[in-house]
């Protein structure tokens, strides 16, 4: 007996230690050791490592929020005038997901709030001019793109001062994916809100009936399959997802576990490790099926949702767009005072054709003829904080 008893123990004792060296071995693949380049920029301390105020400015400014965290924005800095630079968007970044670059635009102004505020923070003001050397060339964009700003940004010594105290959150985290409280935003909340629109042709709307809000789950869930039934956009969001600290430090831009809310190191380790050495495990029906359930959950547990909105005949109009950004900047980084939450549903108002049919039900449920959305997002008081995404060093962006 006592032999089958040290018999048990010693291939008990086997076993768990080659389950432990393997747990390592699977966790080193994940990164445990490995330092998150790509959450450097979320240090407030950060910015300090550089003389140059543009740069200081520039390296703050990266933390915005941007479509599917593609950070597609790009800067030319002056060389006559140490007071002035460009905003580009990035052509490299142009994505099938967003094939009007509506999201692009958006992204651009969320930017160019958040590098006001820090400039306003560090003494500056901002002189801001928006397409200074004249539209888009829209029939070759991605030419374009490289070649026409943006928006021209000039620093000054007197920052006007207003919004300053929304600084600290612009190292929050944009994005909050977790369950909201299920109470809906009052009319308290919602004026807040509405007093932070000063754009001319934006409104925004929101919706919190019952009947609203399980049928715009409904459309998200929607949207969500067309993504994963369409080859191309498929293809696309997986090539945008890091599965391991080495990935995201080398590029630190687009999706990864903590995009999901992965926010223990240990358990994000394990998962990256695992997913690296079985990339399968994040293909197909499996991948479907998790974001089904996933986002099932999330959008049960949201009591409002929010659109921002122009004209029709303003749809298309590129400034507008950057302003939409701006005024999503805004509500974001005021939404943290009340501890609400914020989380874009672009695949539902997406601008691909197979996501027509959804688009098209939202607008003629919830939008007169002459409205167009050009966001929709989540919004609640939010359970927890969310784990910061992925951002690149302000010097990658430079052209």
């Known amino acids: 007996m006592n032999k089958v008893i040290k018999r048990i123990i010693t291939w008990s004792i086997a076993i768990i230690s080659i389950l432990l060296i393997m747990a390592i071995i699977v966790l080193m693949i994940g990164g445990m050791f490995a330092h998150a380049d790509y959450l450097d920029p979320w240090d407030k301390r950060y910015y300090k490592i550089f003389k140059e105020p543009r740069l200081q400015i520039l390296s703050i400014g990266v933390l915005a929020p941007s479509a599917h965290n593609l950070q597609n924005w790009q800067f030319k800095l002056d060389e006559q005038d140490d007071k002035k630079f460009y905003v580009f968007a990035n052509p490299e970044r142009i994505a099938y997901i967003d094939p009007t670059h509506r999201e692009m635009l958006i992204s651009i102004g969320t930017f160019l709030e958040y590098m006001t505020i820090a400039a306003k923070k560090l003494g500056f003001g901002t002189e801001l001019q928006l397409f200074p050397q004249g539209p888009l060339d829209e029939e070759n964009i991605k030419t374009s ?201 672009s695949s539902v108002i997406a601008d691909y054709p197979e996501a027509d049919m959804v688009k098209g039900e939202f607008m003629t449920k919830y939008l007169s003829s002459n409205e167009y959305p050009f966001m929709l997002t989540r919004v609640g008081m939010i ?17």
Do not use: W
Request: charged fraction near 25%.
């Open 145 to 345: 793109f490289s070649q026409t700003p943006i928006a021209q940004v000039t620093l000054n010594n007197t920052p006007d001062l207003e919004g300053i105290e929304l600084y600290d959150n612009l190292f929050i985290q944009d994005t909050n994916r977790y369950v909201y409280v299920k109470t809906p935003l009052s009319q308290a909340e919602m004026d807040y809100f509405f007093d932070l629109d000063d754009f001319e042709s934006l409104d925004i709307k929101f919706f919190s009936e019952p009947a609203q809000t399980q049928n715009i789950k409904e459309l998200g869930l929607k949207g969500l399959e067309i993504v994963d039934k369409t080859p191309r956009l498929a293809k696309e969001l997986k090539s945008l997802t890091r599965l391991s600290e080495l990935q995201k430090n080398k590029k630190s831009y687009g999706l990864s576990l903590e995009t999901e809310g992965v926010k223990n190191p240990l358990a994000k380790y394990f998962m990256q490790g695992i997913l690296t050495t079985m990339p399968f495990l994040r293909s197909g029906k499996m991948r479907a099926n998790h974001t089904q359930k996933m986002y099932e959950k999330l959008y049960t547990h949201t009591p409002t949702f929010m659109s921002i909105v122009c004209p029709t005949e303003k749809m298309n109009d590129r400034l507008v767009q950057v302003n939409c950004g701006r005024l999503y900047a805004r509500l974001v980084l005021s939404g943290h005072i009340l501890n609400i939450g914020f989380h874009p549903m």
């Open 383 to 399: 359970t927890k904080p969310f784990p910061k995404s992925m951002r690149e060093y302000a010097l990658d962006h430079i052209k």
